[in-house]
């Protein structure tokens, strides 16, 4: 893999980042992480998994660490939460965790990153970098060189959420080029239960760059459902990560919408390490004009007799331009895996390009592993039997294209948080459609 | 004047003829079946009057009212007064029937230049509705024919007909697949449905569903034109015969 050779921005900041202290283990995992990215680089388009993704322009961007812009009032952000002030809320402001905005409940174990590993927690040692490693993407490695803060939540082993833990990242820098990076490590200890909703908003208007990265560590029989919401200012490039690292007969659900960002690009891992798991994968994308919006995702059937079932949908119109891939591994062992994977894509106009790629490496006989992936217009069947009940023209388009989200969005079993997304999609569909 | 006039009709699809000049009036109030062993273009003629963009008229013409059908989209169709219950009624995940319905009779209402009916009136009207078919609430909630049983999306498409009432209801096939239960309730409903102002036309194989809903006039249908009309009576001959002696091919018209 040849990437660009890394630059001074990146550099600088990892030398901030490993300026700023701690103990000996983290400046080992960042050196290494560096090192890493130094060695990869920001990724060209002769990169197979970044073929249709372009981000060397990064390479040669001046990036810098966000400018103190202040903190936001709580109204400001008001709008941008999916479920009442009953939940768990954190905020991260430009990659800070900002304790006066955030709201702390009953249940879940919650600090910020860097107090979390000013106090010794051995959670954060144990997991962070060790689930979304370094070597997974070159901004992973980015990320850990040069991540500031972030949020670590704990569930307890054999506790149950009261409600789900809303986590913000919002980016308010008005100066160009800041570089936002961030991370979340949940932990769910052995058969706890829980929620987390993260969202990525911004206030500015101004380009960045997020590299946010969210490792959730399931132990035996844990049940996650984790919502993810990409919702960036216009000039924006987001670049995330996400790894499910998953013990026996754990449950991961997960939702990702991504709506916002000039370009984004969302790398989904979910690592299957013991028998009897279910992971399931759904995401929305929604793109117009000349934005772009990438999802790979990775699912990793180490054992037997696991399952995994995945649902990524795209509307894309303008210029837009979707990507997609979806890899399954099957490892020798893990007989008896059923795995399911679906993508499927929705062209608005005749300029709007979708490439979607399933990658399924199955190295077990016997196993249930299918994949299918579409890209087409509206359904013709659909919109005639609309048509034969009175409803023509731009009332069966709007209507026909929300069914295609809404089918999706149906998979999230928050009920504020389902109803926050239906409201954010209709919205966006209205201004695509329109 | 009739309510539906068709003369000479002849369509195609992907260049093969289909309708080869079918002549049929309907007048309000009365009830016609259309008979006719597999191929012969019943549900051609049932697509062809409700606008299917698959279907090319190449000649002939039909009248509803005096208006000219041929000349309207699919949708002009409906807001005319067309109404085809579907052999195969189209699932529509993520679309709710509560909100389908809704936004359906308000748009035929918008055309017909009446006040649209907010969510909480038409939900009124619905509970009426729903008792056509016997069913409760809980079908509103679910998505458009989304998992539907075969009886269940019938019983559906009867539902939407009852919301809608059409001057002209067209029912292709809606016997088919269906249990005997299902059948009463289907057959029920379009009987409740009837309306001096209005008509109805059944399309089916067999003559079973006739037992239910008693036509005024049977027309027999193969190779693309009508080959004998008569009374109800021609259906249970069509029951005993077959459709041989009309069509020259050993083809049953009672269910097996």
Redesign the interface.
């Known amino acids: 893999m040849s990437g660009t050779t890394t630059t001074l921005p990146f550099v600088e900041l990892f030398g901030r980042a490993e300026a700023a202290g701690g103990p000996s283990w983290l400046s080992a995992r960042r050196r290494a992480a560096f090192d890493r990215f130094a060695e990869v680089g920001v990724p060209t388009s002769k990169v197979e998994d970044w073929r249709f993704t372009p981000v060397h322009a990064l390479a040669t961007t001046p990036f810098s660490a966000p400018a103190a812009a202040g903190v936001p009032s709580a109204a400001t952000l008001a709008p941008y939460w999916t479920g009442p002030d009953s939940w768990s809320r954190l905020v991260l402001v430009d990659g800070a965790f900002a304790p006066a905005l955030s709201t702390l409940r009953d249940g879940v174990a919650v600090r910020s990153l860097r107090a979390a590993i000013e106090a010794g927690d051995p959670l954060v040692e144990r997991h962070l970098g060790r689930t979304a490693t370094a070597e997974a993407t070159p901004f992973a490695a980015l990320s850990l060189a040069t991540f500031t803060d972030g949020v670590v939540l704990h569930l307890p082993a054999g506790t149950q959420a009261e409600s789900p833990v809303e986590v913000l990242h919002v980016t308010t820098t008005g100066a160009d080029n800041a570089l936002v990076s961030t991370r979340v490590l949940l932990v769910a200890g052995d058969n706890a239960e829980g929620a987390l909703v993260e969202s990525f908003v911004a206030l500015g208007s101004a380009p960045y760059l997020t590299i946010p990265v969210t490792e959730v560590v399931l132990g035996a029989n844990a049940r996650v459902e984790h919502v993810r919401i990409q919702r960036e200012a216009a000039p924006a490039w987001h670049i995330g990560f996400t790894h499910a690292d998953q013990q026996a007969t754990s449950h991961y659900r997960s939702f990702c919408l991504s709506v916002g960002a000039k370009l984004s690009r969302h790398d989904l891992h979910a690592k299957l390490n013991a028998s009897g798991i279910e992971t399931l994968l759904y995401g929305l994308s929604l793109a117009d004009g000349e934005q772009l919006a990438d999802t790979h995702s990775a699912i990793f059937h180490d054992q037997p007799h696991c399952n995994s079932w995945e649902v990524y949908k795209g509307i894309f119109g303008g210029r837009a331009r979707g990507v997609f891939n979806g890899k399954v591994f099957v490892q020798p062992i893990a007989q008896k895996t059923d795995a399911k994977q679906t993508n499927r894509n929705l062209l608005l106009s005749d300029t709007a390009q979708v490439d979607t790629k399933p990658q399924l490496e199955i190295f077990a006989d016997d196993v249930k592993c299918t994949h299918g992936a579409t890209v087409g217009r509206l359904n013709e069947q659909q919109r005639y039997y609309l048509r034969s009940r009175g409803i023509g023209g731009q009332l069966a388009q709007q209507i026909l294209t929300w069914a295609f989200a809404a089918e999706v969005i149906a998979e999230v079993t928050i009920p504020e948080t389902r109803a926050a997304l239906e409201q954010l999609v209709r919205t966006r569909l209205d201004e695509m459609t329109s | 004047m009739a309510l539906l006039d068709i003369q000479d009709l002849h369509a195609s699809v992907d260049d093969t003829a289909i309708l080869k000049g079918i002549s049929l009036t309907v007048n309000a109030g009365e009830v016609h079946a259309i008979m006719g062993p597999n191929g012969s273009g019943k549900s051609t003629l049932a697509q062809v009057l409700?606008?299917?963009?698959a279907y090319e008229v190449t000649g002939g013409s039909v009248t509803l009212d005096g208006a000219d059908l041929l000349d309207m989209?699919?949708?002009?169709?409906?807001?005319a007064g067309v109404?085809?219950a579907?052999q195969y009624?189209?699932e529509?995940?993520?679309?709710t029937n509560a909100y389908?319905l809704r936004?359906?009779y308000n748009?035929?209402r918008k055309?017909r230049g009446l006040d649209e009916l907010d969510p909480m009136d038409f939900l009124d009207l619905l509970e009426e509705k729903l008792k056509v078919v016997e069913w409760g609430p809980e079908i509103m909630e679910r998505?458009v024919n989304f998992g539907f049983s075969g009886g269940e999306k019938k019983r559906n498409e009867i539902l939407?007909m009852a919301v809608?009432e059409p001057k002209l209801a067209i029912l292709d096939e809606t016997d088919s697949g269906l249990d005997i239960d299902a059948l009463r309730i289907v057959a029920d409903g379009v009987n409740q449905l009837k309306r001096p102002d209005s008509a109805t036309i059944l399309v089916t194989h067999y003559q079973r569903l006739l037992d239910y809903i008693v036509p005024d006039y049977v027309h027999v249908l193969a190779g693309g034109k009508i080959v004998k009309s008569g009374g109800k009576e021609l259906a249970l001959e069509l029951e005993k015969r077959g459709y041989e002696w009309l069509t020259g091919v050993a083809e049953s018209a009672a269910l097996a």
């Open positions: 409700a606008g299917h963009p989209e699919a949708e002009e169709r409906a807001w109404f085809l579907f009624p189209v529509i995940p993520g679309v389908f936004q359906a748009e035929i055309a998505a939407q809608l």
